[in-house]
């Protein structure tokens, strides 16, 4: 008996968003190897989302959601005898949690997003865009996003309460911890669940789907609408595709030089060197009339301007370098 309330308790904490980080991974973690939990979970989440779906203004009966609760928890055994009697209903305190969720999903007030409820009013966002070059936005919960150039985000007024923002591009977050209102980034189809931590997220067009790199802390990478997630941590990159999460270690030292402006580069290939340069400066390298293929670099440049960074390339191979509007041109010196 105990061990089916402990169950549906921790699936309707789990459903409302009561759990932390921490708590989430690790019930998650329990139950992915349990058909039968997995089942119910999908059962309760279709069910929810039942009672939200339909026209706007159709009336949601809150009586209905009650007697559906009641029955389903008397079903199992869940409720106490004396419980039942008219005019003194009540739940265990155990499951006081679980009839709330789902009166308040039953007149119809928020909406259930990947089992977290999120009331998010569209017609009331903030939003961002780095129309040039890297921008700082500061969020209102103390966090601080690193917005690449083309890229965009928007969240809620009330952020401090619903701490949830999408991400369309590219973004390197600095969060804030907060145990009781844990960060949440959504970019295609991914959701991204922190605490308080560092990670990038990209929503790449290179491959069509969405990279995470862990620098800090711990996160994790979520699928809408299928019951696959990761758990990352520092130096592990999650990357998603249409049908699977992967995981690996994020290995290129230059992965985030658009951000830090810092890179590393080891007997790297000249052509490899320019593309990075171009995507973390936002910037066309032209090489007319120099053969590149062959030639390779080893350096270190530290938080420097690509004018600097390209005068020390050309002088280490013989080369000029002359920049027209925001064209930079390799030539033969």
Not at 288 to 294: C, F, Q, S, T, Y
Request: charge should be negative.
């Amino acid at each position: 008996m105990k061990k089916k309330a402990k169950k549906w308790s921790d699936l309707a904490r789990y459903l409302a968003g009561e759990m932390s980080m921490q708590e989430e991974v690790a019930y998650r973690s329990r139950i992915e190897n349990n058909h039968q939990d997995i089942s119910e979970l999908k059962a309760m989440e279709q069910t929810w989302k039942k009672y939200h779906a339909g026209s706007p203004g159709v009336q949601r009966h809150t009586r209905e959601a009650w007697n559906q609760l009641q029955r389903r928890l008397g079903d199992d055994g869940l409720l106490d005898e004396p419980a039942m009697a008219a005019g003194k209903r009540q739940l265990m305190p155990l499951l006081r949690v679980a009839a709330i969720i789902l009166l308040v999903l039953a007149i119809g007030s928020p909406v259930l997003y990947f089992g977290i409820f999120r009331n998010m009013d569209n017609t009331r966002v903030e939003n961002h865009i780095a129309e040039k070059g890297v921008n700082t936005v500061d969020l209102p919960d103390g966090s601080r996003v690193y917005l690449n150039e083309g890229s965009e985000i928007s969240y809620p007024p009330g952020f401090t309460r619903d701490r949830s923002v999408m991400l369309r591009g590219e973004a390197f977050f600095e969060v804030m911890s907060d145990p009781v209102n844990p960060f949440t980034v959504r970019s295609g189809k991914v959701v991204v669940s922190v605490l308080g931590t560092s990670f990038n997220v990209k929503d790449s067009d290179e491959y069509a789907g969405v990279e995470v790199y862990v620098e800090s802390g711990k996160v994790r990478m979520s699928v809408e609408n299928s019951d696959q997630f990761i758990t990352l941590e520092p130096g592990e990159m999650g990357k998603t595709d249409a049908t699977r999460l992967t995981r690996s270690l994020q290995e290129d030292p230059n992965y985030i030089s658009w951000k830090t402006k810092d890179f590393i580069f080891v007997n790297a290939e000249l052509t490899r060197v320019i593309r990075k340069l171009e995507e973390s400066y936002h910037v066309e390298i032209r090489a007319d009339g120099v053969e590149l293929n062959g030639l390779r670099l080893t350096s270190t440049y530290r938080e420097q301007s690509i004018d600097a960074i390209l005068e020390t390339i050309a002088t280490a191979f013989g080369m000029a370098v002359h920049k027209e509007k925001d064209t930079y041109y390799l030539t033969i010196n």
